[in-house]
């Protein structure tokens, strides 16, 4: 059995992984001031981005889901290893050779069943690129010609050929040392009568990467007459592989996607060879299923999508009824997006990779250009179902078409297309056709639940969070006079949970300088539940001010969060002073009064100090 990694071995795998750099292996990410960055979160389903990286300090906080961490939790949660198999993913990753206590040195395939079926897909697929070159492969050749790709095309996207043998790769992989059970779980084989046979054969395979490039599964197209089978196969649902959450291309193409802030959704895997070669090299395609809502989810990240309007989204489909169809699926998931959406229909039905065949890589590149918005090619292939001959026609037509103009959310663009409608059918008669929308639209919000406002912030509570956020990410700032304040200063309780937190770090005087080092200390006495999660936060939640004014916002936050036990406890004192009769309990009402005055003047010398800062 192996040993535990080396604590100095987990300390040098953070060290050398950056944290920006693999998170944005996942998701894009933005500069958003003070030294943070900002993406859309991959643990949830969220319209604007509230997921925060703070590379100063190696950490990650989603402000939407509360998810934090550092770079190794982030590993973990994303690719749901173990605290080992993360680490040794990125020791993988920076080229470090972990040491194991209890028996030294231990390869990474002997941990974790993730990280064993990553490389047996690694190993099959250098198996398939390998016998794509031999004699038995003359067929997955010629296909690849026929459609105008070369040699050095199949390499770029790993294309191989499974040989048209029972066992050809489970002998080879057993060989290389995997078990019967690894290759059926991961779907490279699958059961036979006398044990597992190959689960692809006689047939041209293209490996499926994920976002970091690992091989998670393979699309399979029959090259056989005598292949009774599908025309494509693909490798089944696995601990890697789930095909609703898997976009083929998506490892070449992400970062184009986030660079042009556009994706190209194509149909086949020889549709996103085709448009990477003709200069499109943000094309990706499902796998073996329709394009959906998880797709969606993938893309958003690499686009940073949000309420701008800047990217879009650009579906291709083959111009039959069919492609038709597929684009009218497509349009219900559209607002799902908040960058723009656009169909890409070529009128001969080619599909990009026989375009490019017959005209040559600028019609790829001009198909792509001719692109219609999502929410026109909806409403025009609804109404072009309909006689608009005839009243009769234009009004069905009509009513067809209303739930999409109505279901469109900006009330511009859904103003804008009612008169693209109007003129479209021949009406000519533009309150008519609005009031028919409106009607439609009045009824769909009836049927909808009014999201609830948000609580609105107590500025106090928004004082306390930012002279927290200095103690954590700038300590030095604050020194003797943050570390003398009553635990009774702070009125909220995770407040509260992370001044004690700080409290038994030593407080503030033991900070340094803070860094990296500063947040490790507190993260070892985060013992209470939530405050790992309360510690992350506050590591990577941007303070609200610029880098050359901190001296001075830290003074003034110190001297506003030293104020507040003051004055709630003269409003305290007032309502007390309030209630009594100043004649009958003339005794208690001085007594008061006195202390009043005290903390009037103490909160009068305080407000002096903020002041003069």
């Not at 993988?92 to 194991?100: D, P």
């Not at 005598?226 to 890697?240: A, E, H, Q, R, V």
Request: net charge neutral; aromatic share 8%.
């Amino acid at each position: 059995m192996a040993g535990r990694i080396r604590d100095v071995d987990i300390a040098l795998v953070r060290e050398r992984s950056p944290i920006a750099d693999v998170i944005g292996e996942h998701i894009q990410l933005r500069n958003a001031g003070g030294g943070n960055l900002k993406g859309l979160c991959p643990f949830h389903d969220e319209k604007s981005p509230s997921f925060n990286v703070t590379p100063e300090r190696g950490m990650f906080y989603c402000f939407g889901c509360t998810e934090g961490g550092d770079v190794i939790t982030f590993v973990e949660k994303v690719e749901h290893l173990s605290f080992g198999e993360a680490v040794e993913r990125l020791a993988q990753r920076a080229g470090i050779q972990l040491q194991y206590e209890q028996g030294g040195y231990v390869p990474r395939r002997d941990h974790g069943e993730r990280a064993r079926l990553v490389e047996a897909h690694r190993a099959a697929a250098e198996f398939y690129a390998d016998k794509l070159l031999g004699p038995d492969a003359a067929a997955g050749r010629r296909f690849l010609s026929e459609r105008g790709f070369e040699r050095a095309d199949a390499e770029t996207f790993g294309v191989g050929y499974a040989p048209a043998e029972w066992e050809s790769l489970v002998r080879h992989l057993l060989g290389r040392g995997f078990s019967a059970d690894e290759l059926v779980k991961g779907g490279l084989a699958k059961e036979g009568r006398r044990g597992p046979i190959d689960r692809f054969r006689g047939r041209l395979i293209w490996p499926i990467r994920d976002a970091t490039g690992d091989v998670i599964g393979f699309g399979a197209r029959k090259l056989l007459d005598s292949d009774d089978g599908p025309k494509y196969l693909n490798t089944p649902d696995s601990p890697l592989y789930k095909k609703s959450q898997v976009l083929y291309g998506i490892d070449l193409a992400k970062r184009e996607i986030s660079k042009r802030s556009q994706a190209v959704i194509v149909e086949g895997y020889t549709d996103v060879m085709a448009c990477h070669l003709a200069g499109v090299p943000t094309a990706v395609a499902t796998c073996g299923t329709s394009f959906g809502e998880e797709h969606i989810k993938i893309l958003r990240r690499f686009l940073l999508d949000q309420a701008e309007f800047r990217g879009e989204v650009i579906f291709t489909f083959d111009g039959d009824a069919a492609g038709q169809k597929a684009a009218l699926r497509a349009f219900a998931d559209e607002q799902k997006f908040v960058t723009q959406t656009y169909v890409a229909v070529q009128a001969d039905g080619l599909d990009p990779c026989d375009l490019r065949v017959k005209q040559g890589d600028a019609a790829v590149r001009d198909l792509i250009a001719s692109r219609e918005p999502l929410f026109q090619f909806a409403i025009r292939s609804t109404i072009s179902r309909y006689d608009l001959r005839s009243n009769e026609g234009k009004i069905a037509a009509l009513d067809a078409a209303a739930p999409i103009v109505a279901g469109i959310k900006d009330v511009g663009l859904r103003k804008r297309y009612a008169i693209d409608l109007d003129r479209w059918l021949g009406f000519m008669d533009e309150r008519f056709v609005m009031q028919r929308i409106s009607e439609v639209s009045g009824a769909q919000q009836g049927r909808g639940r009014r999201a609830p406002r948000a609580a609105p912030v107590d500025p106090s509570t928004r004082v306390e969070g930012e002279l927290l956020k200095l103690a954590v990410q700038r300590p030095a700032l604050l020194g003797p006079r943050f570390d003398a304040l009553d635990a009774q200063a702070f009125t909220t309780p995770d407040h509260a949970t992370l001044h004690k937190v700080i409290a038994a770090a030593g407080g503030v005087a033991a900070a340094g300088h803070g860094g990296r080092e500063w947040v490790d200390r507190l993260l070892e006495h985060a013992h209470e539940e939530g405050a790992r999660a309360l510690v992350t936060r506050f590591a990577v939640e941007a303070i609200q001010t610029d880098a050359h004014t901190e001296e001075r916002y830290a003074r003034d936050i110190m001297a506003a969060v030293e104020a507040m036990p003051v004055d709630r406890a003269i409003a305290q004192v007032k309502s007390r002073i309030q209630r009594l009769n100043p004649v009958e309990e003339q005794q208690e009402y001085n007594k008061l009064f006195g202390e009043l005055v005290a903390l009037e003047q103490q909160r009068r010398v305080l407000r002096d100090r903020l002041a003069g800062n």
